[in-house]
């Protein structure tokens, strides 16, 4: 049997959505049977905060969260992406991309493309054009290197999922189909992308079994092409509904989760216990 895991961002503190699905992810890996792993997606470390970090672990046991094995930090791990890259730059499968977000926001796409897929501006440039981008990205007053993208073979690809489907539950998972394009490996900043490492760290931890909120559901069906690219086992997926504030709003860190969070929880008087109990109450 493989694992489960939870993997947070240490950008912000963890919001009462956060952790819930923490324990969805931990009740769902403990009730099939699986370990469970922790995983800290710190690869952009403009954003992200080792102390933070650590608050946020710290939030996580006290919910009573175990996890087997040590932390993986996605900052330690640039080697393995650099793997990865290479493996799949043997098999023709990764170009560089000169593209800023505006040109991609602007550039003509194909009917019914999704929002924001990539229209594959770079993808089949001569040498000497490729040549000219790097010197344009040279010269300019913000320089940056050029992105590395996926030379994607399919246009879609399919994943099994237990949540998000109409009529999907957990134990019987239903089939997912969803776009694929040349998303990014690694950014024009450096950072690796986190589609990329996602996948590199699932295969690493042994984790088989994804359980994360809805929003991440469109990214599924690329992180499972990857992985089949780089000849991963695919996981199975749970992607669970998002909690929302008393205006309707989804909770989302960058703005605090509307101050809830565990701290702010407990500084109003409740407990450990009555938290994870009212968190647990919402799953049902």
Same mark, same amino acid.
């Given at each position: 049997?493989?694992?489960?895991?939870?993997?947070?961002?240490?950008?912000?503190?963890?919001?009462? =959505?956060?952790?819930?699905?923490?324990?969805?992810?931990?009740?769902?890996?403990?009730?099939? =049977?699986?370990?469970?792993?922790?995983?800290?997606?710190? &690869?952009?470390?403009? #954003?992200?905060?080792?102390?933070?970090?650590?608050?946020?672990?710290?939030?996580?046991?006290?919910?009573?969260?175990?996890?087997?094995?040590?932390?993986?930090?996605?900052? *330690? $791990?640039?080697?393995?992406?650099?793997?990865?890259?290479?493996?799949?730059?043997? *098999?023709? &499968?990764?170009?560089?991309?000169?593209?800023? #977000?505006?040109?991609? &926001?602007?550039?003509? $796409?194909?009917?019914? +493309?999704?929002?924001? +897929?990539?229209?594959?501006?770079?993808? /089949?440039?001569?040498?000497?054009? !490729?040549?000219?981008? !790097?010197?344009?990205?040279?010269?300019?007053?913000?320089?940056?290197?050029?992105?590395? !993208?996926?030379?994607?073979?399919?246009?879609?690809?399919?994943?099994?999922?237990e949540c998000a489907v109409d009529g999907a539950r957990p134990g019987h998972p239903q089939p997912y189909?969803?776009?694929?394009?040349?998303?990014?490996?690694?950014?024009?900043?450096? @950072?690796?992308?986190?589609?990329?490492?996602?996948?590199?760290?699932?295969?690493? *931890?042994?984790?088989? *079994? @994804?359980?994360?909120?809805? /929003? &991440?559901l469109s990214s599924a069906p690329r992180q499972a092409y990857l992985a089949h690219l780089l000849g991963?086992?695919?996981?199975?997926?749970?992607?669970?509904?998002?909690?929302?504030?008393a205006h309707g709003e989804r909770l989302a860190k960058r703005a605090g989760g509307g101050g809830m969070?565990?701290?702010?929880?407990?500084?109003?008087?409740?407990?450990?216990?009555? @938290?994870?109990?009212?968190?647990?109450?919402?799953?049902?």
């Open positions: 049997m493989g694992a489960g895991r939870f993997a947070p961002t240490p950008s912000g503190d963890l919001h009462l =959505g956060n952790l819930r699905t923490a324990l969805l992810a931990y009740n769902a890996a403990r009730s099939t =049977g699986r370990s469970f792993r922790m995983r800290v997606e710190d &690869l952009d470390q403009q #954003r992200c905060s080792a102390e933070v970090a650590e608050r946020q672990l710290v939030d996580l046991a006290a919910l009573g969260i175990e996890w087997e094995g040590e932390t993986l930090w996605q900052s *330690q $791990r640039h080697a393995a992406y650099q793997a990865a890259v290479d493996q799949l730059a043997a *098999q023709g &499968l990764v170009y560089e991309c000169y593209c800023s #977000r505006r040109e991609i &926001l602007e550039a003509p $796409r194909a009917p019914h +493309s999704p929002p924001g +897929s990539y229209p594959g501006t770079c993808r /089949d440039l001569t040498e000497g054009q !490729r040549a000219a981008k !790097r010197a344009q990205l040279a010269a300019s007053d913000n320089f940056r290197q050029p992105a590395l !993208r996926l030379r994607a073979q399919v246009s879609e690809w399919t994943v099994w999922e189909t969803g776009v694929v394009d040349d998303v990014v490996l690694r950014r024009g900043d450096g @950072v690796w992308a986190y589609n990329l490492a996602v996948v590199v760290d699932d295969a690493a *931890q042994g984790v088989d *079994q @994804v359980v994360r909120g809805v /929003d &991440l991963v086992e695919p996981v199975i997926y749970r992607h669970v509904p998002l909690m929302q504030d969070t565990l701290r702010t929880e407990m500084a109003r008087g409740k407990s450990v216990d009555e @938290v994870r109990e009212w968190l647990l109450s919402t799953m049902k």
